[in-house]
C-alpha cells in the first residue's frame, strides 16, 4: 500500500482529513483501511436534478453520524444525472446512518424526483489524495 504524502501535522489538511490520522511521534499519516466508500448514479426526473441535490444538500446539513465526506455530482453529458460519492467511518456507521429516521425520510422524499433506480457500488478506501503539499 502506498502511503500518503508528508504533510505537517498543524496544517488544516492534517486536522481536518477524515481518512487517516496523524501519529504524535511522526508527520507520517497512518492510513485506516476500513474506511468504506459508496458510489451511486441516478436520473432525476426531467428537469428536477436541483431539486434532487437540495433534497441532498438539505438531508447532508443536518448531519449524518459516521458520514466523513459526501460529495454531489452534476454530470456535464446529461442535465438530469448525478452521481454522488460517499465516505463512510466503516460499513456499520453507513448500515446505522442510512437507517436513521431523518436519512431514511429524507431519501423518500428524494426518490420521488428520482427516475427510475439508482445504480451504486460499494468498496473500501485504498488511497485517497489530500492534494496538500509536501
Not at 424526483?113 to 468498496?123: D, I, Q, R, S, W
Amino acid at each position: 500500500m502506498k502511503s500518503p504524502r508528508r504533510t505537517s501535522r498543524n496544517s488544516p489538511v492534517a486536522r481536518s482529513a477524515p481518512c487517516w490520522v496523524a501519529a504524535a511521534t511522526t508527520v507520517e499519516p497512518t492510513w485506516r483501511t476500513n474506511v468504506f466508500s459508496v458510489y451511486g448514479k441516478m436520473t432525476a426526473q426531467p428537469g428536477q436534478r436541483d431539486a434532487v441535490v437540495q433534497g441532498f444538500k438539505d438531508m447532508l446539513d443536518g448531519g449524518i453520524p459516521g458520514l466523513e465526506l459526501c460529495s454531489i455530482n452534476e454530470a456535464l453529458d446529461d442535465p438530469d444525472t448525478i452521481w454522488l460519492t460517499q465516505l463512510w467511518t466503516d460499513k456499520a456507521a453507513h448500515d446505522a446512518g442510512t437507517r436513521s429516521d431523518g436519512v431514511v425520510s429524507a431519501t423518500k422524499r428524494i426518490m420521488s424526483l428520482v427516475a427510475g433506480t439508482p445504480e451504486g457500488a460499494y468498496g473500501q478506501v485504498a488511497y485517497l489524495h489530500n492534494g496538500g503539499t509536501a
